[in-house]
């Protein structure tokens, strides 16, 4: 008991007093749930999947599905997809309250709903000054739960999931965009830029679906997401190298190689600054974009830079950046290398799976020959001139 009885005018408790603070985004949506189910006890799961426009693809970003929540990770076209299509077309949420009416359905989104037994679903549109961005998704177990009544609650919970996930998916554009633009403002010159980061941010997320999918490491979309936006930035540090090192056509030096080694705590500082500078000091995805810039170098036995981490010292998403990003250095040429094979690579990555590279991340990465494969065919500095991109 507080020695003075609280006064009646602060008696009220604010079941979303969450929402103030910084905790992160599953915490916020867990609690948003909590408090829809104290109105509307039938909403089993709210999830969220974001829309890429450039790709037509779908993905599920967060969910909320109270004491065993799974997110299934899944990505889908838009374009498959023919009854959230016309929630577009018509400018109208969907409301489906027997989901028999999918039973034929062969879309990943009613599948993945469909094995987890829901019966009714709300399904709204989110959109940031009018431009399409995913849906926010209210599942129930039981039919007929939507009622005009209940709708008219939801659309307010879903407007602010909405906002919730705007202002977290901007932050993670806000610094990524800092941080290139701080990369290009200073003529970044690095020879291996333009495709090699196209395609090693891709291998990572490779790494990172495949260590999800095997349940060796429990990593949520929204963090695959990130490795992914994150990767490219993985030698911002480099931006402070010499030329006269940093565009050597030759071998480097032994002295030489110490200060290319700077590079990684260079892009710590750097990532620090603008964090400050941004007002983003807090946002939770910035020990993500540190640990790449930072760890990418470790090795399992402790004898990367620059701190000498050792085995799990190493964060995992610089262990899966390692991989991604000694593959693509060896398949690329370089004005001091030739390309290697992707046999030559893959059997190098082996070898370097006993005491430097994370087995778990180069396995990731050889099992999945196929996809690897596509990358390098999309990703080729003739496509990139051809598309006219930076280069
Ligand atoms: P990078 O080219 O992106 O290479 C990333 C990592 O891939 C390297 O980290 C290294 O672990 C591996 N790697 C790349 N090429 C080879 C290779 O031909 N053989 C082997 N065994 N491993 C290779 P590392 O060594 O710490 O180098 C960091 C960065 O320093 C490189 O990034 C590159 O920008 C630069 N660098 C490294 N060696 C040389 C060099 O001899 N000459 C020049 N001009 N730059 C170099
Ligand atoms: C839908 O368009 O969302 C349902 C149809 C399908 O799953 O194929
Ligand atoms: C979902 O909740 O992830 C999608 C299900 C649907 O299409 O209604
Ligand atoms: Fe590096
Ligand atoms: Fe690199």
């Not at 926010?136 to 609650?153: C, I, W």
């Not at 490219?232 to 190298?241: A, E, Q, R, S, Y």
């Not at 004898?303 to 262990?319: F, M």
Request: with cysteine.
């Amino acid at each position: 008991m507080p020695d003075v009885p609280p006064s009646p005018l602060y008696s009220h408790e604010d079941p979303l007093s969450v929402l103030n603070s910084a905790a992160n985004l599953s915490r916020k949506l867990e609690a948003i749930h909590e408090d829809v189910l104290r109105r509307i006890d039938a909403v089993h799961r709210i999830a969220i999947a974001t829309y890429d426009g450039a790709t037509d693809l779908l993905k599920t970003f967060i969910a909320s599905s109270g004491p065993n929540n799974t997110l299934v990770y899944y990505d889908a076209k838009l374009a498959d997809s023919p009854s959230l299509k016309e929630i577009l077309r018509v400018g109208r949420p969907r409301v489906v309250n027997d989901l028999d009416l999918f039973r034929k359905g062969s879309h990943t989104h009613t599948q993945v709903i469909k094995e987890m037994g829901f019966r009714s679903s709300y399904t709204m549109p989110m959109y940031q000054n009018g431009t399409f961005w995913g849906f926010v998704f209210f599942n129930s177990l039981q039919a007929d739960v939507f009622t005009p009544e209940r709708l008219r609650l939801l659309d307010v919970y879903g407007h602010l999931i909405a906002s919730l996930v705007t202002s977290e998916i901007l932050a993670v554009r806000v610094l990524a965009a800092a941080v290139k633009t701080a990369h290009d403002m200073v003529h970044f010159r690095d020879p291996e830029t333009g495709t090699h980061i196209d395609r090693m941010s891709r291998y990572s997320r490779l790494i990172a679906r495949h260590l999800a999918a095997s349940g060796i490491h429990r990593i949520d979309d929204r963090t695959i997401e990130r490795i992914f936006e994150f990767a490219p930035l993985h030698d911002l540090g480099k931006v402070g190298i010499p030329d006269r090192i940093l565009l050597k056509p030759d071998r480097l030096t032994d002295e030489e190689r110490e200060v290319m080694k700077t590079h990684t705590t260079r892009g710590l500082r750097m990532i620090e600054e603008i964090a400050r500078n941004f007002g983003l000091e807090h946002f939770e995805g910035l020990d993500l974009l540190r640990h790449i810039a930072e760890s990418h170098h470790e090795a399992l036995d402790g004898s990367g830079y620059p701190r000498g981490l050792k085995g799990d010292q190493i964060p995992l998403e610089a262990r899966i950046v390692a991989v991604a990003d000694v593959f693509d250095a060896l398949t690329s040429a370089r004005p001091y290398k030739p390309a290697w094979s992707n046999e030559e690579a893959f059997g190098f990555l082996r070898k370097m799976a006993k005491g430097k590279l994370d087995g778990d991340c180069v396995e990731g990465l050889i099992g999945n020959e196929k996809e690897v494969k596509e990358i390098q065919r999309q990703f080729t500095d003739e496509a990139r001139d051809r598309e006219g991109k930076r280069g």
